[in-house]
């Protein structure tokens, strides 16, 4: 019995240290419904920048524009956050996850599968992400 209850002290004190390398933000949620994120003007063939307020990311490359999660598919922490974005592409310093500027996930890395993508939509040059509403990560809106 004692050898029990340690080893549920153990597995309860591993578990709380997993969780201590993000920043409160594992776990957080996806974002949904349509967002604002900027103008076609704003983004350079070759960049990937992450929204400001929304855990979405929006990339722009030669066959135009894309749009994923920025939720890092192992433990949820939100790469904006905790890890970076930019134009190389994501890393969560959360578990140490690693995706490319398309949202593969890296070898090595703690996450085992890629981010989800989002359909965009661009009208009078202003880009909006419809989160929520998954695509192929292939699918890329041309510019114009």
């Keep these: 019995m004692e050898n029990r209850r ?5 597995l309860g004190a591993t578990a709380l240290g997993g969780l201590a390398g993000c920043s ?6 996806e974002a949904s419904g349509p967002i ?20 979405i990311a929006v990339g722009r490359d030669d066959a135009g524009f894309y749009a994923m999660t920025t939720i890092c598919t192992h433990a949820q ?3 904006r956050k905790d890890g970076s974005v930019n134009d190389k592409g ?9 995706f490319d500027r398309a949202g593969v996930v890296q070898p090595g890395s ?3 599968s890629s981010l989800r993508h989002y359909r965009v939509g661009i009208a009078d040059g202003a880009i909006t ?6 695509v192929a990560p292939s699918t890329r809106l041309p510019a114009g």
């Design 77 to 79: 922490c939100d790469m």
């Design 6 to 10: 340690y080893f549920l002290k153990v």
């Design 129 to 134: 992400v419809f989160a929520g509403e998954d």
């Design 110 to 112: 703690a996450a085992r």
């Design 36 to 55: 604002a994120a900027g103008k076609v003007d704003d983004y350079a063939v070759g960049s990937l920048r992450a929204h400001p307020d929304q855990p």
């Design 24 to 29: 409160g933000e594992e776990g957080v949620g």
């Design 90 to 98: 994501l890393s969560c310093s959360c578990h140490g996850s690693q």
